[in-house]
């Protein structure tokens, strides 16, 4: 007990900012939308925006490594009806931005860059909370 006996201890409350669900929703959301700006800013090049993901996997040797590979990174707006339609999503749920709607229709590929920037816009200014507050919330599967 030597070793212990010349530490100092305290009990101690952590304190410090509390993360708020609300803020961590929206910061989310917005990282996903300019990704999105990404993949939209590829897409208009031809090219496919990819980004770096660790995966585990066993090498020849039977011992598992981490491998750094390169994922697609699916788009939010697909060509359809001689436009684009972008939808915003929160994971996997498409969000239902004005409440019954999935989706908003442009003529044109370029014009989908300013319905990303109104949904990051609506997104920060707190505008799809209970959107994504209801996207987020868990289903309970019926048995």
């Known amino acids: 007990m030597t070793q212990l006996s010349k530490l ?3 009990t101690v409350e952590r304190t ?3 993360k708020d669900p609300k803020l961590e929703r ?3 959301l917005v990282a996903a939308l300019d990704e999105q700006k990404l993949v939209l800013a590829a897409k208009i090049k031809g090219d496919a925006h990819t980004k770096q993901h660790a995966k585990w996997m066993t ?5 598992r490594v981490q491998v750094k590979t390169r994922r697609q990174v699916k788009p939010w707006f697909f060509e ?8 915003c999503r929160y ?3 498409v969000l239902l931005v004005d409440g019954k709607n999935n989706a908003v229709f442009v003529s044109k590929l ?6 990303l920037d109104a949904f990051r816009a609506a997104a920060q200014t707190g505008e799809l909370d209970a959107v994504i507050a209801q996207a987020a919330e868990r289903k309970r599967l019926a048995k």
């Open 110 to 115: 370029e014009q989908v860059s300013a319905v």
């Open 91 to 93: 994971g996997a749920r």
């Open 80 to 87: 359809q009806d001689n436009g684009w339609y972008v939808q």
């Open 16 to 18: 410090g900012a509390a």
């Open 26 to 28: 929206r910061n989310k």
């Open 59 to 63: 090498n020849e040797q039977g011992e």
């Open 8 to 10: 100092s201890f305290k």
